[in-house]
């Protein structure tokens, strides 16, 4: 770790309780009650879906779930996007929209997440959630876990891991909405002093999946979305009933106004007719496992796999490619395309010979291997890191649906850049 990076990482809480600090004063005259996602993934599905339920009643903290991201969206200011001199501007801002300046909706819906150890702790001390809804847990971003585990903090990361999460239910008020199969998350809630509610999968008794719809069932009643959404959010479905009854609001099931978020199971149209899913927002073995679990269940000839690596494990890094090999092997698709050295190294020896597979270290070899084989019949579906999205984007039958791709701003578009990805 380089001296400004050991500089960033003491400042962090410093500079960001002075953003907190004038945040606040806008955040008690406000005075919503707050709705809080967390989770290792899924928290942003969840957070359309409650959006499209309350619509304009609450106000959703888009793009915005650590500290600095929340104290800005509570201010109206929109944080650093591009020119690190943003900065400088506001630390002047802030002091002056705390005081003139506060949002008006009845609810907070706010996404948390849990990348970095005590930021969870800090934000529910804050905010303190009328209600908390926790999505999922697993080793998402554990590298940034290891060193509580050296210390001796914590036995292992996946304890570490639960204890950041669990800092929100801790503080919530009234209600924490749970998956009740995952016995660290029933072990973590279960002395707080907010009602714990368990819920499971179970209640989804249907489930219809194609490249550009899905289907689930619960209660008789059919949640229908114009995206092919995999299984796993049947938990958000879940929690999103078990919500609107605590706020004895009727539950809308015709979700065809979801907007999925860029980068989330997003159905778009490639060239030649090719069907594609894109699900490159994130890298980890949650978000890997239910993606392939729905290309099983997908109703679609000719699918074909574009995996990037897991990224952000750490020691886990060799464990969690291996998991990765044996849930490929389960989906069985037509066609693997691997493209990074992590998948390289570890996920295609456990593959190679199995299934159809190629592997690619960079991006544009990946591509150029598309452009030519692809004939127009397939449905591909994408996931993993190493700027899978790129690809995506040469792909589209309209160019104009890079809009609906992940990593779209400035300083991701330059990291692309860096890698020759123009």
Known sequence: MTIISRLKKCLYFVVAGYFRFFADFSFK???????????????????????????????????????????????????????????????????????????????????????????????????????????????????????????GEFEDVDEAITHEFAMLPRYTKKLVLIDDDNWRMREATKDIGAKVVGLSKSKVTGYEVYPNRAVFEIGKKEFSFKHPMPRDISMQLVMLVELMRYLELPVNYDLADFVMPPGRSNYLEGKRGVKMIDSSYNAHIISMTTVLDMVKSLRAPHKWLVVGDIIDQGKLEKDEHEKLAELILEAKPEKVVMVGRRTAEYTLPLIKGEIDVVSFRKPQQALKYLEKNLTGKETVIFKGSQYLEWIVEKLLADPADVSLLPRQDIAHKKRRASWGLE
């Open 29 to 151: 005259k406000w005075k919503p009650r707050v709705m809080a996602i967390t989770g290792s993934a899924g928290k942003t599905t969840m957070l359309g879906l409650v959006e499209v339920e309350l619509g304009v009643k609450a106000h959703y903290s888009h793009n915005a779930n650590s500290v600095y991201g929340i104290a800005f969206d509570i201010l109206g200011l929109r944080g650093i996007t591009g020119s690190k001199w943003r900065w400088l501007y506001l630390f002047f801002a802030a002091p002056l929209r705390a005081i003139n300046y506060q949002r008006r909706e009845k609810y907070y819906v706010v996404e948390i997440d849990g990348e970095r150890p005590h930021e969870t702790e800090y934000i529910a001390k804050w905010l303190k959630p009328e209600v908390t809804l926790w999505v999922s847990l697993g080793r998402s971003h554990a590298v940034f876990f290891e060193g509580a585990v050296a210390s």
